[in-house]
């Protein structure tokens, strides 16, 4: 008998699950009906600051697979579509159409990828025309036009995270006055302040004011009813765009309203297929949902599309009478700022405090070559280690090109749960032109070794 | 009572582990001697074919530290002079100076840091002028001098190794037209040969002819008793420089007359602390030691500035009263040919092969950032994976740009004995300037887990 399989949510994980699924199991055994309220498919949300900013083409180049092809493979995908209601006692959802109209449709499988809604807190004025989010292809075309009014001078961001610094990035390559505002201290709060200091400095030397530890309170419209100022609790910024970068929430509220089991971030809990706890037929991945910190053992919302194509597809694997699991994550993100690579994985200091662990840091500077070869990019790399064990906690990195990736280092070794005296000696690939003698992750490796030995001999 | 510490080779492992045991033990603990038969101390040999391409300045710029900062910090530093003989008996050690007075000068400890010599096949006309060694400085500026004359138009490079493929590019970067003559039937005889192939063709690109598959014979000469032309098996190359760049083997003849013990690659056998097998107080480091293969299980001659280091300060460690071992190699290797990356780690095919281990192998392409970001660039990632394990065995990458550091995610998978399966779902860093969705690595992870799994159904 033909099983039908509803997917919530036309992006990463849901159309990933789907296709995967699909792959497993062909139309006669399984049929597959997608619903998406947008009016596009599978498209990269990361991109999206890379397009404003004029650095990629799009909005096609950012669509990974348009709706045709999803038709084309037998998924039965319903652009426009809402779906206002999860049944899960009875197995269905209600949806509505573009035309209004509303229908039942029920499942044998479900698969929840609703992502998540940007944080806009309730203030006045955020949602007049001139404030821009970064979200959907929507938004990145409303910004773009703005920015082609050519009347565009300055430009205030709110929010120093990776989307902020993004937008920052792309504002500056606009040619605009680019000020920055965060209620943290620094900018990129997923970093320690210490490493945070540093995005700071590089941002401040590419010109982009920075006000930072301070609300935002108000946006102040003009005569036409445009956007015209950013108020913080310290100052009024003039702006001729505004753009919000404050993160974003999972988008439960259906999940919520269906009595699934929801956690303190607000996203799906899932067990480890990627199955949501307490039902048997109803499966949700990507931004909706909360994951696993392999290092702090605790649940945590990390809305990366990296993260919901690996969960699409497990799910996927599940359903299509396979089996696969996920098995969380170690907290790694990348970002830049123009050449500014800025990394991090595994915990940062207050993260590893919150999670009972005490540990010891160290900081170094190095280069991303050999000193003496051209182009030898300076970075900072900071290494945090469980007191006693050594285990590796946490690197994070900020620096110039080959910063980034460097991180993967520490992501692997966080996974195999590997001490930093482990570290010290891994063999690392080098040749001038990529590395000094000493990788920089090495020698970090090597202070934080250090310093566990001497914390072990104070006791 | 002051002990004394001598150490024969002034390069990066010898002066490593003296630097490392010097900042553990003050002189009046500790006197350092050490005896290096050239003019200089601490030089980046992998940084020659830069210089001699003209990417980096020379020779400076290589010499990591120089005789007279060694000497500021208090080791008694030997320049010309050469270690004539090891009595390890008494414990002592006979020098010949540059005035060819000869001394015995006795030790409690002992660091063999003699390094590597190049190979050199004993065929008419090796040593004439115009055949250039990538070793030393003095080569370096040998060839410097022979390319500067300006009558040189056409270069031969004999060996496609990582040396070869480096001075390749060095050639080409001095406008020669460049022939790379090579025994093996690719270049790059690290990797497997669907992986040389690639680079082969990439230097076939870059306007370099190979002459693959043919041993060098005899290297004619002109009247004027230079090298004009290589020849081998198949054909005659006319040339207006030769370089070698046939490899080195561990120059331990001085060992091997001591009565130390030799591994099948004529290397020093140590153990984990880097203490000559059977000896209490002879310490080896760097190009002169055989290394475990933490893969195969087996010893391997390595040659690499950054296991001389790190086994330098391990010895150091170990003589100034702390405790240190080195854990192994898992065969990591990156070089490039101009734009064109290269990588390797762990076993290739018929190393696996010879450590009595069955595989199964994946290959793939992908782009080293989101494909839709500028400058996204191919690389071809293989992956090998033990059958019925899914222990991860190798992994092999020809690209462009952002290629070849990835490797470092394959050599820590490596050092931690993980499975394809666990290396599937790495949280790896995703950004669009930075990677695809689905990383290159993991990609290759991913079908090659698929292979492991369709073989154990194929029992």
Chains 1, 2 share one sequence.
Not at 49 to 73: C, F, K, M, N, Q
Not at 226 to 235: I, N, Y
Not at 373 to 382: F, I, N, S
Request: glycine share 12%; with cysteine; aromatic share 4%.
């Amino acid at each position: 008998m033909t099983e039908r399989l509803v997917v919530i949510g036309g992006d990463a994980a849901g159309m990933t699950a789907a296709s995967q699924a699909r792959r497993r199991r062909p139309a006669e055994d399984l049929e597959i009906v997608a619903f998406e309220r947008g009016r596009h498919t599978s498209f990269s949300a990361c991109g999206i600051p890379y397009w404003i900013g004029g650095t990629v083409s799009g909005p096609e180049a950012l669509i990974a697979r348009t709706a045709d092809e999803h038709r084309a493979r037998g998924i039965d995908l319903r652009l426009g579509t809402e779906v206002t209601e999860i049944d899960p006692d009875r197995g269905r959802v209600r949806s509505r159409g573009a035309d209004g109209r509303e229908e039942w449709t029920s499942y044998d499988h479900l698969v929840i990828g609703t992502g998540a809604v940007p944080i806009r807190p309730p203030i006045p004025g955020i949602d007049a025309p001139g404030v821009y989010g970064v979200q959907t292809l929507d938004d990145g075309e409303a910004a773009l036009a703005a920015l082609d009014r050519g009347d565009v001078r300055r430009a205030v961001v709110v929010g120093g995270g990776y989307i902020g610094v993004e937008m920052a990035e792309a504002m500056l390559l606009h040619g605009l006055e680019v000020t920055l505002v965060d209620r943290n201290d620094q900018p990129m709060n997923t970093l320690d302040p210490d490493m945070g200091r540093l995005v700071r400095k590089e941002m401040e030397q590419l010109g982009v004011r920075i006000a930072s530890g301070a609300a935002v309170r108000e946006v102040l419209t003009g005569p036409d009813g445009r956007a015209r100022a950013v108020v913080t609790d310290e100052a009024e910024h003039p702006a001729d765009i505004v753009v919000l970068g404050l993160g974003v929430r999972p988008n439960t509220e259906l999940a919520r309203a269906a009595g699934l089991p929801l956690g303190a971030y607000g996203g799906l809990l899932t067990d480890r297929a990627m199955r949501v706890r307490g039902t048997d037929r109803v499966w949700a991945g990507g931004d909706c949902v909360e994951v696993l910190n392999l290092v702090s053992r605790t649940e945590q919302h990390v809305p990366l599309g990296t993260h919901a194509n690996k969960q699409g597809r497990i799910i996927g694997t599940n359903i299509g009478g396979g089996y696969a699991t996920f098995p969380g994550i170690v907290g790694t993100a990348v970002s830049k700022v123009c050449a500014v690579e800025i990394a991090r994985t595994g915990l940062k200091e207050s993260q590893a405090r919150a999670a009972g662990l005490r540990f010891v840091t160290a900081t170094v500077e190095s280069t991303s070559r050999a000193g003496y070869y051209p182009d030898a990019g300076l970075m900072t790399v900071k290494a945090i280690a469980e007191r006693n064990s050594g285990r590796l906690l946490g690197l994070q990195i900020v620096g110039r090109e080959g910063a980034a990736k460097r991180v993967d280092i520490g992501a692997v070794a966080l996974t195999a749960g590997m001490t930093v005296e482990q570290m010290v000696d891994l063999d690392l690939g080098y040749a001038p032109p990529f590395s000094p003698v000493w990788d920089p992750v090495l020698v970090a490796a090597r202070k934080v070794a250090d310093a566990v030995a001497a914390d072990r001999r104070a006791g």
